[in-house]
Structure formats: C-alpha cells, structure tokens
C-alpha cells in the first residue's frame, strides 16, 4: 500500500472591503497633477499587506475631457518616483463620466470588476499609493476626484497624495473617498 500525502485544506479569508465614505471637496486631476489617490505612509498601515481586487472612486468630469481614466496603484519609491505596480485593466472614457463644474455632481467608478481584469499579484507596502491615472487633460478639460478634506482614515498612516510631475505632493490632514475590495 502506498503512503500518499494530502494538501491540508487551506483557508481562504473572504474579500475584505476597505472604505473611506466621506467626502466634501473635488479636486482636479489635470495636465499638471496626472495621478491622485490614497497613499499608504507607514509600514503598519491597515492597508499594508492587503492584495486588492477591484478600487472605487467617485469621479465626475469638467467640459469635455479626452482620453481614459484608469485606477492603479504607483510607489513613490521613497521620493519622486511613479513606478507602476498594477494596473486595474477597468477604463473609463472620460467624456463618459457625469458633468461638474466643481466636482460636487461625482459618482461612484469601479476599477478591476470586469471581465479579463486581473487583480494584484502582490500585498500592498508603505509607499504605494491606490489612485486614479488620467492623462488627456487640455485647458479646463480635466476630471475630478472627491476627497474629505479632514483626516478620516487610519490617521497619518494612509493619506491623500497627488502626482505633480514630477513630484508627490502629500496631504496628512485629507483622505481621498475610496473603496478597495481584497481578493
């Protein structure tokens, strides 16, 4: 009789969401500021280690913007890098999104649910930040991103953050409205 070895069954934690709800101004994700989203600022951050399958942001859009809005997730990479780490592969046609003259009119946008996306392959880690890629701005034609203006999610440890080419520019007292499902 030969001696077989069986896998142990292995558990499976359900998804997980992650939400930060509350958000009372926009801001605009333009020629200038090309990435917005949270950032992960410490390594014991809730969202440390966490692998996502799908985020959501509430965005609206201003005149008549071009081009497409993705979600990804970037590193700083301890300074002015933007390397990406992952794609959500959902895109949105600007020109699709609901109209607003000062973002008040957003709804919410779902990156990563559809068919063919591939969630992370990889826990997130301090410096990574979740956010919204967008780069067919002209003019006044940009889209907007809500955020709370006030710290309302795991303190300084996970904050607001904007990709002003070529820098990061960080807001410890904001956090960007969002919800993130695990996989």
Same mark, same amino acid.
């Given at each position: 009789?030969?001696?077989?070895?069986?896998?142990?069954?292995?558990?499976?934690?359900?998804?997980?969401?992650?939400?930060?709800?509350?958000?009372n101004v926009a801001t605009s994700?333009?020629?200038?500021?090309?990435?917005?989203?949270?950032?992960?600022?410490?390594?014991?951050?809730?969202?440390?280690?966490?692998?996502?399958?799908?985020?959501?942001?509430?965005?609206?859009?201003?005149?008549?913007?071009?081009?497409?809005?993705?979600?990804?997730?970037?590193?700083?990479?301890?300074?002015?890098?933007?390397?990406?780490?992952?794609?959500?592969?959902?895109?949105?046609?600007?020109?699709?999104?609901?109209?607003?003259?000062?973002?008040?009119?957003?709804? =919410?946008? !779902?990156?990563?649910?559809?068919? @063919?996306? #591939?969630?992370?392959? %990889?826990?997130? /880690?301090?410096?990574?930040?979740?956010?919204?890629?967008?780069?067919?701005?002209?003019?006044?034609?940009?889209?907007?991103?809500?955020?709370?203006?006030?710290?309302?999610?795991?303190?300084?440890?996970?904050?607001?953050?904007?990709?002003? =080419?070529? !820098?990061?520019?960080?807001?410890? @007292?904001? #956090?960007?409205?969002? %919800?993130?499902? /695990?996989?």
């Amino acid at each position: 009789m030969s001696n077989f070895i069986i896998d142990p069954y292995k558990f499976k934690e359900p998804p997980q969401t992650y939400e930060q709800l509350d958000s009372n101004v926009a801001t605009s994700i333009d020629a200038d500021k090309v990435f917005v989203g949270e950032g992960i600022n410490a390594a014991d951050a809730e969202l440390v280690g966490v692998t996502l399958a799908s985020v959501t942001f509430k965005l609206a859009k201003n005149a008549t913007p071009a081009g497409t809005v993705t979600a990804q997730v970037r590193n700083l990479g301890g300074g002015s890098d933007f390397t990406l780490v992952h794609d959500f592969g959902t895109t949105y046609t600007a020109t699709d999104l609901p109209a607003s003259v000062d973002g008040s009119d957003a709804t =919410d946008h !779902t990156f990563g649910e559809s068919e @063919g996306d #591939d969630p992370m392959t %990889s826990p997130l /880690s301090n410096g990574d930040v979740i956010g919204v890629y967008y780069t067919g701005a002209t003019g006044s034609n940009w889209v907007w991103i809500r955020y709370q203006n006030t710290d309302v999610y795991d303190g300084t440890k996970a904050i607001f953050q904007r990709y002003d =080419d070529p !820098t990061w520019t960080n807001q410890t @007292g904001a #956090d960007c409205y969002f %919800s993130f499902t /695990s996989t």
